[in-house]
Structures are given as C-alpha cells and as structure tokens.
C-alpha cells in the first residue's frame, strides 16, 4: 500500500506557472505508475497525466500536452506536476494517484491523495 500526499497548490495569476508535488510513502515508489488527475467544479475528475517511476516515460492529456511536465524524483519517492501558462480554464483540485500495475494511458489507479486546490486568476 502506499499513502500521496499532494502539495503545493495555491492562487496564481493567468500566465503564471506552479508546480505541485506528490509524496508517496512506502519502499516501492519506482515499482509504480504515478498519475495526475484534476477535477473543476461542476465537472467530472480529468485525467492529465502519468509517469512510470522506474523508467520516467510519461503520457498526457492531448489538453495539456506542451503546457504541464511531469517528472519524478526516485531518491525522494516525489512526483511533480509543472504547469505553465496557467489559464482561468486550469482551475481544479489537482490529485495526485499511484498504481503498481497498468499501461500508463490506463486511467484507473488503487491509491490517490487528498488534493490540492489551484485557483487561476484572470
């Protein structure tokens, strides 16, 4: 089992950037799939994208793509979310989810974290 723990969210102004991470507990970080969803309100949770620990290989959402970078940190059992040129649009709790198996375009995942909230200021 494995616990994420989501930070770094906050207020941010439209074209600004933010970078959240995700702290996985346990010894088998790079055994899993790392992924990224987000949910605005009103609206259902979004996949945004995914990152397998041991090899760094990443998907993304086709509406992200170009915008948000995800990478990982092995040593620190951490997962990042870069997301530039924030738009009002972006706006959502942020969740962060780990999965030991699947294909990194699989949307389903066992663990998620709390999230965390990024409001885009127009």
């Known amino acids: 089992q494995v616990q994420l723990v989501e930070s770094g969210g906050g207020l941010v102004q439209a074209g600004g950037s933010l970078r959240l991470s995700c702290a996985a507990s346990g010894r088998t970080f790079t055994s899993y799939r790392l992924g990224w969803f987000r949910q605005a309100p009103g609206k259902e949770r979004e996949f945004v994208g995914a990152?397998?620990?041991?090899?760094?290989?990443?998907y993304y959402a086709d509406s992200v793509k170009g915008q948000f970078t995800i990478s990982r940190d092995n040593a620190k059992n951490t997962v990042y979310l870069q997301m530039n040129s924030l738009k009002p649009e972006d706006t959502a709790v942020y969740y962060c989810?780990?999965?030991?198996?699947?294909?990194?375009?699989?949307?389903?995942?066992?663990?998620w974290g709390q999230g965390t909230q990024v409001t885009v200021s127009s």
């Open positions: 989810a780990a999965d030991p198996v699947g294909q990194l375009d699989d949307y389903s995942y066992s663990y």
């Open positions: 990152i397998r620990a041991s090899t760094g290989y990443t």
